[in-house]
Each structure stands twice: as structure tokens, then as C-alpha cells.
């Protein structure tokens, strides 16, 4: 990371104090010269979060128009009026920004009302927020000229927070609520820890807490947390369960088949996390046609009646590969929570999902035992649910195999990475062969 010149970092270490007394009448004359202003679609926030010494400096930049209720003071015929507009901002930012930022130090709340050390008026061409030394001294450098013609809602505002915190060694999380900004705010924060590398994260509406260096166990709370609402939320993986279960009931007899299920999403998924999947874009569409092709068959398998224990968990561990990539699709864009902890996430990840497999499991047997037992002969409800989940399966095939007919596809040029990589799929291809057949031989031995 580049440093300033000693005058720079004078200035950004110790930013000019504003004169943050508050401007009621303003605030409460200049609306009623005009009604709100309309919630814009889509907001973009940019951060940038540094803890230094017992100072944690937070650098917020969103788009005027974002911060509604407020009548800016205009000039001529509808400029922005900057000189009497930036008094305003000190509390604007407090009202709109940092009441709705919640920042933990440690297992402490800081407090929701800090320093506001600078604030301005920028526009939009301005680039300044592409590292956190520029928007520093951006922030904090001279205000546009008081004769700038611009409109109000074709600016930006940047503002400067000073919380006070013990140590910036310490373990820092925020929680930032700026959804009320607009229709669809996308948050994009990089914390700089002291002496370590730029953390990047990027998020959409509300994220809940978010630990900017979680430990191994935050991070793996999380992602079981995660795994777990995953498997309730798909539709299609619960389908598959629910093809699994219907032919045998036995809660027993099914653990070592969800189990091989779990094994096989849990390679592929550590594989793709890793980069050594596939990067097409034809990929995750062939991927769900894939997915949508495992329901069909186990559906059809139900209802010929040709399911058996031993051959389901070969079947559901074939299948699971497949739906392991389904998983890194999910999980993509929830992996920057994981710190440096990728790994311990992944598995934390899986074992979510195995739990919410098993209480599927616990649910749907005895539904099925009490449905067999009081509604319909077991060999006729087989038939009669294995049909209404291949419908579904078959028009999800449909669907989806004529999204993936629009990609053209094109086999890759046989370069020494693509030959690295085939090999080593190949390679992992002739271990689980290996394992599957040594598993099957026991299976069969006397």
C-alpha cells in the first residue's frame, strides 16, 4: 500500500474538526419550501473502515439523492447551492449514515454518534474513493468552488467518522443498515486492518452482523447456520431428499444414504471454492438441467420400483457431485465472510446441510409412515408422489436445459493449465472410482 508525503499523513492522521453545531432551523424551514424527495432505485455506498492507534476512521461515500427529507439550498436555476449545503451535512450524515451503522469493538457497541471529522460535497466523476489515502485526502481537502454548477442529485457526499476504540488490534464487526438509502443499496466495504491485507466485502441490503476478521468458530457458526437455512430453502435438493426417503422409511437405512449424498456435494463444493471447477459461463446452467435430470431419475426409479438400498447411496453419491456445484453457486458471493478460514468455513458449510438433511429426514418418515398407513396403500402413494415430483422435475428440466441451449459451447484450447487441470479432476475421478468400488466389495463380501 502507498503512503502519503509526511504533510499528507499529518493531515489525514489529525483531521480539521468541523464546527458541528446543530442547524435546526435549516432543517426544519427548508422543508417545507418542497415535499420529499422520491427513494431513488438503486444506491451504491462505498467504505472504507481503518482502525489506527485508538481511532477507527470510517469513510462513507453514497449519492446525494439518497438522503431524503432534506430541501438542499439551490441557486440560478436549480444549481446546488454548495456553500450554504455543506453546514447542512455534519448532521445529515449523523441522521442518515451513522444512526444506522452499528460498530463493535470486540463484543462493545461503539457509539452511534462520532466525530463527524470531515464532510463535503464531491461529483460524480470523482474518483478519489479507489483507495482509502485518496479518500482521506479528498475528504479532507478543499471544498468544490461555491460557484460549481451542478445539480443536487448529480453529487456525491462523503463524510469522515471518528470512533474512539481501545486498540486497533482489537476484533472488529459492523452491522450496517442502510437500506432505507434505497429500492436496492449495495454496499461495498474494505477494512484495512493494521499490517495486514485489504479485506474486500460487497453486499446487498441488510447483511446482518459482519465479522471484518472472524475467528475459526465465528466463521463456522455461520456457515453451519447457513448450510442448515440452504438445504430448507431449496426446493430442488428437497426434492431429491423426498425421493430418497419414499421408497424405504427407515431412518436407519437412510443416514449412510444422505450421508454419501453430503460426502460427494461436500467435494465438489470444497473443489469449487478452490477455483478447480469449471469457469464457463455455460457451466452452472448445465449444472441445474443437471440437478433437474437427478430428480427425474429418482422419481422414475420409485415408481418402477427398481430402488434399492444398496444401489440408492452409489446413486445419491453420483448425484451429489452434482449438487455440490449447485451449493458453490449459493455460496459464492457468502464466502467473504470467511475471513482467512475458507476451508474450516466450507465444512462448517456441509455439516449445516447434513443437519438440515436430518431433520428433513425426521420429518418426512413419519409423514410418509402416517400417509401409507391412514391414506393410500404403500406401493400406490409410492407412485403417486415419486409422479408429482418427476412433473416437476420434468418441466425444471425443461426450463432450464433450453436456458442452457442458448450458450454456445466451445471446448477449451488444450493450454498447460486446462492439462494441469484435467488431470487433476481425472485424478479425483479414479480416487472416489477406487472408493466406491472398494465400499461396494465390502458391501458384497460374505
Request: with cysteine; charged share 15%.
Amino acid at each position: 500500500m502507498t503512503t502519503l508525503p509526511a504533510a499528507s499523513d499529518r493531515r489525514i492522521a489529525n483531521p480539521p474538526p468541523i464546527n458541528n453545531l446543530p442547524h435546526i432551523l435549516l432543517f426544519l424551514v427548508l422543508p417545507l419550501c418542497a415535499g420529499a424527495h422520491d427513494i431513488p432505485n438503486d444506491v451504491t455506498v462505498q467504505m472504507f473502515l481503518k482502525p489506527e492507534g485508538q481511532h477507527l476512521n470510517l469513510l462513507v461515500r453514497v449519492p446525494l439523492r439518497a438522503v431524503r427529507d432534506i430541501v438542499f439550498p439551490e441557486r440560478g436555476p436549480g444549481y446546488l447551492d454548495i456553500a450554504r449545503t455543506e453546514p447542512l451535512l455534519p448532521d445529515a450524515c449523523t441522521q442518515w449514515l451513522s444512526d444506522f451503522i452499528e460498530l463493535y469493538e470486540d463484543q462493545t457497541r461503539l457509539p452511534n454518534k462520532p466525530r463527524v471529522a470531515a464532510a463535503r460535497i464531491s461529483l460524480e466523476s470523482d474518483k478519489s474513493f479507489e483507495s482509502y489515502e485518496q479518500a482521506a485526502a479528498h475528504i479532507t481537502g478543499p471544498s468544490l468552488p461555491a460557484d460549481t454548477n451542478v445539480v443536487w442529485n448529480q453529487t456525491l457526499l462523503d463524510v469522515w467518522f471518528d470512533y474512539p476504540i481501545r486498540s486497533d488490534r482489537s476484533a472488529f464487526a459492523i452491522h450496517p443498515e442502510l437500506g432505507r438509502l434505497g429500492l436496492r443499496v449495495v454496499t461495498a466495504l474494505r477494512f484495512l486492518p493494521p499490517g495486514g491485507a485489504v479485506r474486500a466485502f460487497e453486499f446487498t441490503g441488510d447483511p446482518g452482523l459482519v465479522r471484518l476478521d472472524p475467528r475459526w468458530h465465528q466463521a463456522a457458526i455461520r456457515f453451519v447456520h447457513q448450510g442448515f437455512l440452504h438445504i430448507l430453502d431449496g426446493t430442488d435438493h428437497l426434492l431429491f431428499l423426498l425421493c430418497l426417503v419414499i421408497p424405504f422409511r427407515s431412518f436407519r437405512a437412510l443416514v449412510p444414504v444422505v450421508t454419501s449424498f453430503t460426502v460427494a456435494h461436500s467435494i465438489t463444493l470444497i473443489a469449487s471454492a478452490y477455483d478447480l471447477g469449471p469457469g464457463a459461463l455455460w457451466f452452472p446452467p448445465l449444472i441445474e438441467t443437471l440437478i433437474a435430470v437427478s430428480i427425474v431419475y429418482m422419481a422414475l426409479e420409485n415408481i418402477v420400483g427398481g430402488a434399492s438400498l444398496h444401489r440408492r447411496w452409489m446413486i445419491a453419491f453420483g448425484f451429489g457431485l452434482v449438487h455440490g456445484f449447485g451449493f458453490s453457486f449459493a455460496l459464492r458471493q457468502t464466502l467473504q465472510f470467511a475471513g482467512s478460514h475458507l476451508l474450516a468455513s466450507l465444512l462448517s458449510f456441509n455439516v449445516g446441510v447434513e443437519l438440515g438433511q436430518l431433520l428433513v429426514l425426521l420429518v418426512l418418515i413419519p409423514l410418509l409412515e402416517l400417509c401409507f398407513r391412514f391414506v393410500v396403500a404403500e406401493r400406490m402413494g409410492t407412485i403417486i408422489l415419486s409422479a408429482l415430483v418427476a412433473h416437476t422435475g420434468w418441466h425444471w428440466m425443461l426450463d432450464r436445459a433450453d436456458r442452457l441451449s442458448r450458450y454456445h459451447f466451445q471446448w477449451p484450447v488444450w493450454t498447460a493449465a486446462v492439462v494441469v487441470s484435467a488431470m487433476r479432476w481425472a485424478m479425483v475421478a479414479a480416487i472416489l472410482a477406487a472408493a466406491v468400488w472398494l465400499v461396494r466389495r465390502r458391501k458384497t463380501a460374505p
